[in-house]
């Protein structure tokens, strides 16, 4: 029996915490951009590794408080730029009091990464309009960070104050578009996961497999076993064992399962919330697993992530997430393609029913150690 969260000692936070937002004022002479920023701090695969396998209590020891810099998880910005385009755009629309009434939803996110975020000190998101199409709205979100740590010592729960701070260059930017819900003429898709490998999946209860590993390079797993979720927020994850199937096949078909639920209830009338959770927990471990299956997991040298487009495909309320003990979604990860240092990963996010909800596509670098002499007379 693997223990549970609460003997952790560990306080997960859930969506509505995590992903909380505070207004600024607009610096806009006429208030066309809308601006926010964060109130919680980020989470950090890194600073949770010795929680998550047991090597430290948080409950008796300030593991935040570090003299190295740790990163935050980069769905936190991804899924967060989103929330704030969706705010932006829903204040839009109460702005315009004689337009008709039409439920929206987020259609895409296509994001790029420019700068590592930090944990210690808020971000803050400035949204504009590109394009005001009456039924597919385009809006530009970019991120930034102030040049130094909270001025909450605690380096959370963010005071306004830091808003003030001078801000750093933009390290994460989106276009994040939004389409009505209209009827289907005709609906098209594969099998799903659950029909796929039926046996595999239920071979065991989906909280029996193992948690989903916080940093998935092999040595790492090896190093630090997985006994608790750590305080990984908003969903609990488990990771499918695909070893057998993806034995001996080559990279572009080996697949991954992440199963996935919500730690807490979503109000199922903010469906953008429940898009935003599907984006938040896709982005977990992505290229890390491509490294460990073109076998970088021993020699591993970095990974970073550089652009995640993420493509929802039904109406919004279709990609709405139940709370409960056996609503687990599932995210089938594959591999089409590593070269030039580089490295894609394509996830289909499938509801417990065997609906084809969203796609994920994620472009980053993979590498491993450099041996002597490999970059020689190269940049």
Not at 151 to 161: H, M, S, V, W
Not at 179 to 191: C, D, G, I, K, N
Not at 237 to 242: E, T
């Amino acid at each position: 029996m693997k223990p549970s969260d609460a003997d952790t000692g560990s306080r997960r936070l859930i969506f509505q915490e995590v992903m909380s937002l505070v207004p600024l004022p607009s610096k806009a002479k006429n208030g066309s951009t809308k601006r926010y920023m964060s109130q919680r701090r980020a989470w950090s695969p890194e600073s949770d590794i010795l929680i998550a396998s047991g090597k430290l209590d948080p409950a008796r020891q300030n593991y935040h408080k570090s003299s190295q810099r740790q990163v935050a998880y980069g769905g936190h910005v991804y899924s967060q730029a989103g929330l704030a385009a969706s705010r932006a755009f829903a204040e839009m629309q109460v702005s315009q009091k004689d337009a008709p009434r039409r439920k929206f939803g987020i259609h895409t996110i296509h994001g790029y990464f420019s700068e590592a975020g930090l944990v210690d000190r808020p971000f803050v998101y400035q949204v504009s309009t590109v394009a005001p199409n009456p039924g597919f709205h385009n809006l530009l979100v970019t991120a930034r960070q102030p040049l130094s740590t909270s001025t909450n010592e605690a380096g959370d729960y963010f005071p306004l104050a830091d808003a003030e701070l001078p801000l750093g260059p933009v390290c994460f930017n989106a276009l994040v578009s939004f389409r009505p819900t209209v009827p289907s003429q005709h609906a098209a898709q594969e099998l799903p996961p659950q029909r796929r490998f039926a046996d595999v999946l239920n071979s065991r209860p989906p909280s029996e497999w193992d948690y989903a590993p916080h940093v998935d390079i092999a040595k790492t797993v090896e190093a630090y076993p997985m006994q608790s979720a750590g305080t990984f927020p908003v969903v609990d994850m488990r990771k499918v064992d695909l070893s057998a199937f993806n034995e001996g096949k080559s990279l572009h078909e080996r697949r991954e399962l992440v199963l996935y639920r919500l730690l807490a209830p979503l109000p199922a009338d903010e469906p953008d919330a429940h898009i935003l959770t599907h984006a938040y927990e896709a982005d977990r471990n992505g290229l890390l697993m491509v490294g460990n299956h073109v076998g970088f997991g021993h020699d591993f040298g970095r990974a970073v992530s550089l652009s995640y487009s993420f493509v929802v495909h039904v109406n919004p309320e279709d990609a709405v997430m139940s709370h409960g003990e056996d609503e687990w979604w599932i995210q089938e990860a594959c591999f089409p393609r590593v070269e030039a240092g580089r490295g894609i990963i394509m996830s289909k996010i499938w509801s417990p029913k065997g609906v084809h909800v969203a796609t994920e596509y994620q472009d980053g670098i993979i590498q491993r150690q450099w041996r002597p002499g490999e970059r020689q007379g190269k940049l």
